[in-house]
């Protein structure tokens, strides 16, 4: 019934942005220790729309999982990885330092910095479904600027 979702990358992405534009998404594989639990004690961490990547579909997939084959599983970067979602682009970064995912209340400092430091926009192109991606700062950096300066002062 919805399989020719699939082949047809502009009804998708069109049903991706009035979903969730305007929203933040953690995606995963699996969170590590007590990581969700902190993020839902966190301030607006339970608004935080989180999908798991692993068990993704091969058929019929919805428009999110539409854009996380198609679009971010292709960047390689460390999960979890924020996805900031705005009307004509989303803005990626992922959630690790090192070889370990950072404390779930970093992610409102990331959030802050997201329009000037993130790894990857994918921007929602005028063709239906195409999305063009750009690169941002290097995957090895991901040190939350606006944290550390509202520390040092």
């Not at 019934?1 to 942005?17: A, I, K, N, S, T």
């Amino acid at each position: 019934m919805f399989g020719f979702l699939v082949h047809q990358p502009g009804r998708q992405l069109e049903r991706f942005r009035a979903r969730f534009a305007g929203r933040n998404v953690v995606v995963h594989r699996g969170f590590p220790g007590q990581w969700l639990e902190e993020l839902l004690k966190q301030p607006g961490g339970g608004g935080l729309f989180r999908i798991d990547a692993r068990p993704l579909p091969t058929r019929r997939p919805t428009p999110i999982e539409w854009l996380v084959q198609t679009h971010l599983l292709p960047l390689d970067l460390p999960y979890p990885i924020l996805l900031g979602v705005r009307e004509e682009y989303a803005l990626v970064r992922h959630l690790t330092r090192g070889t370990h995912t950072v404390h779930p209340s970093e992610i409102a400092w990331f959030l802050e910095e997201l329009e000037e430091r993130h790894h990857a926009r994918l921007v929602f192109a005028r063709e239906p479904g195409r999305v063009e991606t750009r690169r941002g700062i290097p995957t090895n950096d991901n040190e939350a600027l606006s944290m550390l300066e509202h520390l040092t002062g």
